[in-house]
């Protein structure tokens, strides 16, 4: 059984852990600890979502926790009910130094169907994209969509559900003191843009991520039947935020604004939006001659992959999910690319 709050105050076991919060819902229980805080102004650290039991199957069971670290200034509070201190006491072997949770992390571990949701350690939502097959590129399109060849995606992998935010990318400068990019102006939910290969990549590092490669990216986007866009083959304006329908503050919308627009394993804006950087070096010929199971790129080049179009300078066309674009991985002038993150195993 989850312990309900009693709402009495008790010390906890770790000078790290301060408070705790409990919430339920249907299938789901949260816990929300909080620890002490060395940056006042921060009002979130590290999201930590995790699987396990408590009192119930153990960690590793079959129930689901959330936690949460949400550490305020000041001095340390201490507040929750007693049975939070026991299970903040017995949370403590599955932290580390770090405060991250060991061993029982729900990206640690593989999804069992498509769209499969979990938090991944930046906070963001990712969905589970199951091993398979589908034929990368396209006939119709540009000459580097050519050949349409085969491609094995031979391990599931967790891709973000959405980009990341401005308000996580917010978090992850307050945490390493990277520079917020001046021309992502748009509110907390929106895409964080403006943002160099190289900073896509550090910030996934910095949470044990990765970008996607480009044969990942594009499965996730068009999925076994080798759909041309993330919903399906027909255009359909309405279903992302592009040149013809804008945000409302004339750019980018909050992510995952078109739900209608999800693509077959649950991923959010894979058209439009903003761009997503992937892993790979860019070659217009490199379909010629790709490995058929998890190609990696070329080894080397000058550009850097992005994938699946924004709102500025784009038309339909460079929407459709087999169209590739492509920049030098140090360019930070551009306020229409962003990235989302992978874990992979
Ligand atoms: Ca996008």
């Given at each position: 059984m989850i312990p309900e709050p009693t709402g009495q105050a008790a010390p906890f076991y770790s000078p790290e852990l301060l408070s705790a919060r409990h919430s339920t819902a249907p299938g789901r229980a949260a816990f929300s600890l909080s620890r002490r805080e060395t940056r006042p102004s921060e009002e979130l650290l590290h999201p930590l979502p995790c699987v396990g039991g408590f009192g119930g199957p153990g960690i590793g069971g079959e129930k689901r926790y959330g936690v949460r670290f949400s550490g305020r200034g000041g001095r340390p509070s201490v507040s929750g009910a007693c049975l939070f201190a026991?299970?903040?006491?017995?949370?403590?072997p599955f932290l580390s130094p770090q405060g991250l949770l060991e061993g029982v992390r729900p990206w640690d571990r593989e999804g069992t169907r498509p769209g499969e949701e979990i938090v991944g350690p930046d906070g963001s939502p990712m969905v589970w994209v199951p091993a398979g097959e589908f034929n990368m590129g396209w006939e119709r399109g540009c000459y580097d969509e050519k050949p349409v060849h085969r491609v094995r995606i031979t391990k599931g992998f967790w891709l973000g559900k959405v980009a990341v935010t401005n308000a996580q990318y917010r978090r992850y400068c307050l945490e390493t003191g990277a520079k917020f990019p001046e021309g992502s102006a748009q509110g907390d939910d929106h895409p964080v843009v403006d943002l160099?290969?190289?900073?896509?990549v550090a910030y996934c590092r910095h949470?044990?991520?990765s970008l996607?490669?480009?044969a990942q990216w594009e499965y996730a986007a068009r999925g076994p039947d080798g759909c041309?866009?993330?919903?399906?083959?027909?255009?359909?304006p309405t279903k992302c935020c592009w040149e013809g329908n804008?945000?409302?503050?004339?750019e980018t919308?909050?992510?995952g604004s078109f739900p209608q627009g999800a693509s077959w394993c649950g991923a959010l804006d894979m058209a439009g939006n903003s761009w997503d950087w992937c892993q790979d070096w860019y070659s217009p010929t490199y379909y010629a001659s790709a490995p058929r199971a998890d190609p990696p790129g070329p080894s080397t080049g000058h550009c850097r992959v992005l994938r699946g179009g924004s709102w500025?300078?784009?038309v339909p066309r460079h929407l459709r999910s087999s169209y590739r674009h492509f920049c030098g991985p140090t360019a930070r002038d551009s306020y229409v690319y962003g990235f989302r993150c992978a874990r992979t195993f």
């Amino acid at each position: 059984m989850i312990p309900e709050p009693t709402g009495q105050a008790a010390p906890f076991y770790s000078p790290e852990l301060l408070s705790a919060r409990h919430s339920t819902a249907p299938g789901r229980a949260a816990f929300s600890l909080s620890r002490r805080e060395t940056r006042p102004s921060e009002e979130l650290l590290h999201p930590l979502p995790c699987v396990g039991g408590f009192g119930g199957p153990g960690i590793g069971g079959e129930k689901r926790y959330g936690v949460r670290f949400s550490g305020r200034g000041g001095r340390p509070s201490v507040s929750g009910a007693c049975l939070f201190a026991a299970t903040a006491w017995l949370l403590q072997p599955f932290l580390s130094p770090q405060g991250l949770l060991e061993g029982v992390r729900p990206w640690d571990r593989e999804g069992t169907r498509p769209g499969e949701e979990i938090v991944g350690p930046d906070g963001s939502p990712m969905v589970w994209v199951p091993a398979g097959e589908f034929n990368m590129g396209w006939e119709r399109g540009c000459y580097d969509e050519k050949p349409v060849h085969r491609v094995r995606i031979t391990k599931g992998f967790w891709l973000g559900k959405v980009a990341v935010t401005n308000a996580q990318y917010r978090r992850y400068c307050l945490e390493t003191g990277a520079k917020f990019p001046e021309g992502s102006a748009q509110g907390d939910d929106h895409p964080v843009v403006d943002l160099s290969w190289d900073d896509a990549v550090a910030y996934c590092r910095h949470y044990g991520l990765s970008l996607p490669t480009e044969a990942q990216w594009e499965y996730a986007a068009r999925g076994p039947d080798g759909c041309i866009y993330p919903w399906g083959n027909e255009w359909d304006p309405t279903k992302c935020c592009w040149e013809g329908n804008k945000g409302p503050g004339g750019e980018t919308y909050p992510v995952g604004s078109f739900p209608q627009g999800a693509s077959w394993c649950g991923a959010l804006d894979m058209a439009g939006n903003s761009w997503d950087w992937c892993q790979d070096w860019y070659s217009p010929t490199y379909y010629a001659s790709a490995p058929r199971a998890d190609p990696p790129g070329p080894s080397t080049g000058h550009c850097r992959v992005l994938r699946g179009g924004s709102w500025h300078f784009v038309v339909p066309r460079h929407l459709r999910s087999s169209y590739r674009h492509f920049c030098g991985p140090t360019a930070r002038d551009s306020y229409v690319y962003g990235f989302r993150c992978a874990r992979t195993f």
